[in-house]
């Protein structure tokens, strides 16, 4: 297939006008003026922008199904506030609707999985937005273990567990002393029983797997870092609120955040710094971030919506398309396969009118690994 006369935005590089050819699942060309070859099907862009398929780093897509309550509610498993054996590819309903909407809206691909209720809730899955079998959508079947920090926790479990913050950090601290002292011993060559919690954290002490840590005030986003730091873990710092507030020590830190959602009442205290403005100050620090619905909070299908707001509050046309294509790809580490058209990614590319911040852009066709899904 080859997209021909184009406005190619590959978000790597400068736009430009030409053609982008793919071949199966995989972009093979682009260039101008690129010649068809013998029986290749030929899609005349003329006047149309061409862009990356979205990507959504943080959202419960397929978690929470529309027009449904408890029966379709596989967010937060609220048993205890330490679950980190479960995994969000277990609780996925890809055929729900809000799929299909984020899809024929351009979004492409995401990372959905449990809740913040839970310190320690689970594992996310990444998955493109087409097919029927999770299995078969699936990029990263555990692309993170979800923790979180702040009121939620305390909210769920506060006739139980849970009273302090100081608790939500005591519990994690503990789980990850567990599982280092675990691990020891099963490299000792000791008769260790299994654990089912502790070998669903090992890939997070081995670094092989990112906390992806729930945190709105600027007091938790420091206790996630701290954290972080005493135990040498890769972490996203997920919602950053207060982000604008302790933009020095997230800079130092090193970690990437993924801010929002903006597009929501403020619910509870700790979202009273909640502003479409907090993306230029993490973008004008030099942080990678990337934008979130975190979906279903806003609707999926709105995440160049918000990509917009941010614009119209500062942050530069290129920075808000990045922050919903390639960025969350490096976050969620699979930028070789999505985020920017370039050679030899997915060919996951959108069909537009006009700008993807401009609400009037119409999507005219979605492509999904090279196959044409709305």
Request: glycine residues 8%.
């Amino acid at each position: 297939m080859l997209f021909k006369n184009a406005h190619v935005f590959p978000v790597e590089t400068d736009p430009f006008v030409g053609d982008v050819r793919v071949t199966g699942k995989k972009i093979t060309g682009i260039g101008v003026d690129l010649q068809p070859e013998q029986g290749e099907e030929v899609v005349d862009c003329t006047g149309f922008r061409l862009y990356p398929g979205m990507v959504e780093a943080h959202c419960h897509l397929g978690m929470e199904e529309s027009s449904i309550r408890s029966e379709g509610d596989d967010v937060n498993e609220m048993s205890d506030p330490l679950t980190p054996q479960v995994r969000g590819i277990d609780g996925c309903y890809p055929r729900d609707e809000s799929v299909a909407n984020a899809r024929k809206a351009g979004v492409t691909c995401v990372a959905a999985g449990p809740g913040s209720a839970n310190v320690v809730g689970g594992t996310f899955v990444c998955y493109k937005t087409f097919g029927d079998c999770i299995d078969d959508m699936a990029i990263v079947e555990n692309v993170a273990m979800k923790a979180a920090f702040g009121e939620n926790p305390k909210r769920v479990y506060q006739d139980s567990k849970i009273k302090t913050r100081m608790n939500i950090a005591a519990l994690l601290r503990n789980l990850l002393f567990k599982t280092r002292e675990y691990m020891e011993k099963k490299a000792a060559g000791n008769d260790v029983p299994f654990n089912i919690q502790y070998e669903a954290m090992i890939p997070v002490l081995e670094k092989k797997m990112p906390l992806k840590c729930h945190a709105h005030r600027s007091d938790d986003i420091l206790t996630v870092i701290r954290i972080a730091k005493e135990f040498d873990l890769d972490v996203t710092l997920d919602h950053v609120t207060d982000g604008a507030v302790i933009v020095d020590q997230i800079k130092k830190s090193g970690y990437p955040c993924i801010v929002g959602p903006s597009l929501t009442h403020k619910s509870k205290y700790e979202l009273q710094s909640k502003s479409f403005k907090t993306p230029k100050v993490i973008h004008d620090a030099g942080i990678l971030f990337s934008i979130t619905t975190d979906s279903p909070v806003v609707p999926q299908e709105y995440l160049p919506l918000c990509a917009a707001l941010a614009h119209k509050e500062g942050l530069p046309e290129p920075a808000c398309i990045e922050a919903i294509t390639l960025s969350p790809a490096k976050i969620l580490k699979i930028d070789d396969r999505v985020g920017s058209i370039r050679i030899g990614k997915d060919a996951d590319l959108i069909l537009c009118s006009a700008s993807l911040l401009d609400p009037q852009n119409e999507i005219k066709a979605v492509f999904i690994d090279g196959q044409k899904v709305a």
